[in-house]
């Protein structure tokens, strides 16, 4: 697949609000772990190879497990996500499938639990970043599989895994 235009050309004069966006949810309280998982099950609904791609790649950069990444597609039978990240997996895929019903209370209530208000914000934006960056992955079509990880967020604790 051919990219569409030339994203690195533009990108240092239209994306700065995405940017800005990006470094929000990497500031915030949810830890690069479930901001990890959120990217990847997200891009996964939307079928985008580019930011499957990168997320991985800065998933495993910052030592996530293979496991654990195959497993999203199935995250509510694994053993291996803990409840926070099922909620925060779950409200993912809510709202990145919002024009199928929109969120609804039930999942809300199953949700809310694990996060407080402040931390539920967050999730939403951090579903609405890779949401919108997964769209313009598509509508440019990014070429999927030359990306690198270079200073993505660290998983504390844990050692960086080769990609």
Same mark, same amino acid.
């Given at each position: 697949? &051919?990219?569409?235009?030339?994203?690195? &050309?533009?990108? /240092?004069?239209?994306? +700065? *609000? !995405?940017? %800005?966006?990006?470094?929000?949810?990497?500031?915030? *309280?949810? %830890?690069?772990?479930?901001?990890?998982?959120?990217?990847?099950?997200?891009?996964?609904?939307?079928?985008?190879?580019?930011?499957? +791609?990168?997320?991985? &790649? +800065?998933?495993?950069? /910052?030592?996530?497990?293979?496991?654990?990444?195959? %497993?999203?597609?199935?995250?509510?039978?694994?053993?291996?996500? +803990?409840?926070?990240? $099922?909620? *925060?997996?779950?409200?993912?895929?809510?709202?990145?499938?919002?024009?199928?019903?929109?969120?609804?209370?039930?999942?809300?209530?199953?949700?809310?639990?694990?996060?407080?208000?402040?931390?539920?914000?967050?999730?939403?934006?951090?579903?609405?970043?890779?949401?919108?960056?997964? $769209?313009?992955?598509?509508?440019?079509?990014?070429?999927?599989?030359?990306?690198?990880?270079? %200073?993505? !967020?660290?998983?504390?604790?844990?050692? $960086?895994?080769?990609?």
């Amino acid at each position: 697949m &051919k990219a569409r235009i030339d994203t690195q &050309k533009i990108a /240092a004069t239209r994306l +700065d *609000g !995405m940017s %800005g966006l990006r470094a929000q949810v990497e500031g915030s *309280g949810l %830890g690069p772990k479930l901001v990890h998982l959120i990217r990847m099950r997200a891009s996964q609904l939307n079928g985008c190879a580019y930011c499957l +791609d990168m997320h991985w &790649k +800065d998933a495993r950069a /910052a030592g996530e497990t293979e496991q654990r990444l195959y %497993g999203l597609d199935a995250c509510r039978e694994a053993p291996y996500y +803990d409840e926070r990240e $099922r909620a *925060g997996l779950e409200w993912t895929e809510a709202v990145t499938r919002v024009s199928e019903g929109h969120v609804c209370d039930e999942v809300f209530e199953r949700v809310h639990p694990h996060f407080s208000d402040e931390e539920l914000a967050d999730l939403t934006l951090a579903v609405v970043e890779i949401n919108a960056w997964n $769209r313009i992955a598509i509508s440019l079509r990014m070429p999927a599989g030359s990306y690198q990880p270079r %200073g993505s !967020m660290r998983v504390k604790g844990e050692a $960086r895994a080769a990609s």
